[in-house]
C-alpha cells in the first residue's frame, strides 16, 4: 500500500519580491489576477498560426510525463500569421498576489519611505529626453498621409476599420533597462497587464524584450468562466479633471466612436458565441482610463462546457480582432501591409500563459516596446472608420506612445 505523498506547502511570494526578482530572459506577467514570474527553459513550444493551442497542449502533457509540476506554456506570438512566436514551458514558475493589492507589496511599489520590500539596485527613473534619439518611422506626416488613404479606401469599397499604426525608434546612449522599464511601467499602473518577454530569435546581435502594460484582455478563462475586455475608441487622459471630465463625455456620445467600438465588441462577441454554452455581453460600452488614454470598453463573459477550449485556443480563434486589424480582417491585414512601413513583430499580437486546464490569460500586445541593447521600438496605432481625421488620428498615437515614453523617461522626446 502507498503512503500518500507528504504534501508541499505551495511557496507564497509577495508580488513585489517576483518584481524584483525579473532578470532579462525571465518571462515576467502581471494583472489583476496576479503575477507570474517564470525562468528557465523545460521545452520550446513550436506550431504556426491556428495550431498553437494544439502544440502547447501536447508540451503541456509532456512536460508532465518528464516530471515537470503544473506546467504551464509562457510567451507571445506576433501579430500576422507568418510572425514568430515565442512560446515555451519553463522550468520553473513562480506566482504571487496583484501587484499593488494591499499587504506589504503595495507600500514597497508604491516607493512608501519605510522601503520595505521592493529596493531597486538601479537608479530611479529620469525624465531625460535629451538622452534619447528617436526616429519615427514613418514621418508623422506620412502617417497621416496613410490615415487619409485609409479613408478613401473605406469611402470607396468594403473595407469598414483599419488600425493603422506607426512606430517610434528611440536610441538611448546606454543599453536600455528592461528591468528599469517594466519596474516603471508596474508602479505607474498596477492594475495594467504588465509583461516582459524575451523574444529573440536565431541570429539576433543581442537578446530582444518584449516590455508593455497593455490594458486590453483579448481572452481569460479560469475553470469555466471565458472573459474578454475589447477596447476601442479613445481620448488622451491628461490629469486635468475638467479636461478628463470633457474627454470621458465626448467618448460616452461620439458616434464616430461607438461605431469603431461596436465592430470590436461585435466580432469578440461572434467569435466567443462559437465556444460559449453562455455569453453576456453589456448593450453599451463604459469609459475604462489608464494613467495616459481613456478607452471605451466592454466586458464580455461566458461560460464553457467541460472538456471546452483553452485559453490560448480561444486566444487564436479570436486574434487579430478590430481593435488592432480591422472588418473585414483579410482586406484589414493587407490594407495594413501596404500602407505600414515597418513589421509590426509582436506589437499588436498576444501575451500571456495557459495551464494543463486550459486556464490562463492571454492580451493584446499593445503600450509595448521591443528593446534590444540600446534601442527600443515603439508602435502605437489607431482605428481608421468612415469619417476619421489624419490629424486626430496621428494626435491619438501620439498619446498612447506616452505609457512607454514616460515609462523610458523619454517623456518629451517625441
Ligand atoms: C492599437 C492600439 O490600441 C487599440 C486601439 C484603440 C482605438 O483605436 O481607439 C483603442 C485601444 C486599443 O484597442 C495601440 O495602443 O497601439
Not at 14 to 22: E, G, N, W
Not at 119 to 131: C, K, V
Not at 315 to 338: F, K, Q, S, W, Y
Amino acid at each position: 500500500m502507498s503512503s500518500p505523498a507528504p504534501a508541499r506547502p505551495r511557496p507564497v511570494h509577495r508580488a513585489a519580491d517576483l518584481l524584483a526578482a525579473y532578470l532579462p530572459g525571465s518571462f515576467y506577467y502581471s494583472s489583476a489576477r496576479g503575477v507570474l514570474l517564470a525562468d528557465g527553459v523545460h521545452s520550446h513550444v513550436r506550431g504556426t498560426s491556428g495550431n498553437r493551442a494544439a502544440a502547447a497542449a501536447e508540451a503541456l502533457e509532456a512536460a508532465v510525463l518528464a516530471g515537470v509540476a503544473n506546467p504551464v506554456v509562457v510567451g507571445a506570438i506576433g501579430f500576422r500569421p507568418d510572425s514568430g512566436s515565442s512560446l515555451i514551458v519553463p522550468a520553473v514558475v513562480r506566482r504571487a498576489g496583484m501587484p499593488g493589492e494591499g499587504g506589504p507589496q503595495s507600500a514597497a511599489l508604491a516607493g512608501s519611505p519605510g522601503g520595505s520590500g521592493f529596493e531597486d539596485p538601479e537608479a530611479p527613473r529620469r525624465n531625460d529626453p535629451a538622452s534619447w534619439t528617436v526616429v519615427p518611422r514613418p514621418a508623422p506626416e506620412v502617417y497621416a498621409e496613410s490615415v487619409r488613404r485609409a479613408v478613401d479606401l473605406i469611402g470607396a469599397g468594403e473595407l469598414r476599420k483599419v488600425v493603422l499604426a506607426r512606430a517610434l525608434d528611440l536610441v538611448g546612449e546606454h543599453g536600455v533597462s528592461v528591468r528599469k522599464l517594466l519596474r516603471n511601467l508596474v508602479v505607474a499602473d498596477p492594475a495594467a497587464h504588465a509583461f516582459a518577454v524575451d523574444v529573440s530569435a536565431p541570429g539576433d546581435p543581442a537578446p530582444r524584450t518584449l516590455v508593455g502594460a497593455s490594458p486590453e484582455l483579448l481572452v481569460s478563462r479560469q475553470g469555466n468562466v471565458v472573459t474578454a475586455n475589447p477596447l476601442a475608441g479613445s481620448r488622451r487622459r491628461t490629469g486635468d479633471p475638467a479636461q478628463d471630465a470633457q474627454a470621458i463625455a465626448e467618448l460616452r456620445v461620439s458616434e464616430k466612436d461607438l461605431n469603431e467600438h461596436a465592430l470590436v465588441a461585435a466580432q469578440v462577441a461572434e467569435v466567443l458565441g462559437r465556444y460559449c454554452t453562455e455569453l453576456e455581453v453589456p448593450r453599451e460600452p463604459e469609459v475604462m482610463g489608464t494613467p495616459t488614454m481613456w478607452h471605451l470598453s466592454t466586458r464580455i463573459t461566458g461560460r464553457v462546457g467541460p472538456g471546452g477550449p483553452s485559453s490560448l485556443e480561444l486566444a487564436e480563434a479570436l486574434h487579430p480582432t478590430p481593435a488592432v486589424c480591422g472588418v473585414p480582417v483579410e482586406l484589414a491585414r493587407d490594407t495594413i501591409a501596404r500602407l505600414e512601413p515597418e513589421d509590426r513583430g509582436y506589437y499588436a499580437g498576444l501575451v500571456g500563459w495557459t495551464d494543463l486546464a486550459g486556464d490562463g490569460e492571454w492580451v493584446v500586445t499593445i503600450r509595448c516596446a521591443e528593446v534590444s541593447d540600446k534601442t527600443a521600438r515603439l508602435f502605437a496605432g489607431a482605428g481608421v472608420v468612415a469619417g476619421s481625421d489624419p490629424a486626430a488620428e496621428l494626435a491619438e498615437t501620439s498619446a498612447k506612445f506616452g505609457t512607454l515614453l514616460r515609462a523610458l523617461g523619454a517623456e518629451g522626446a517625441a
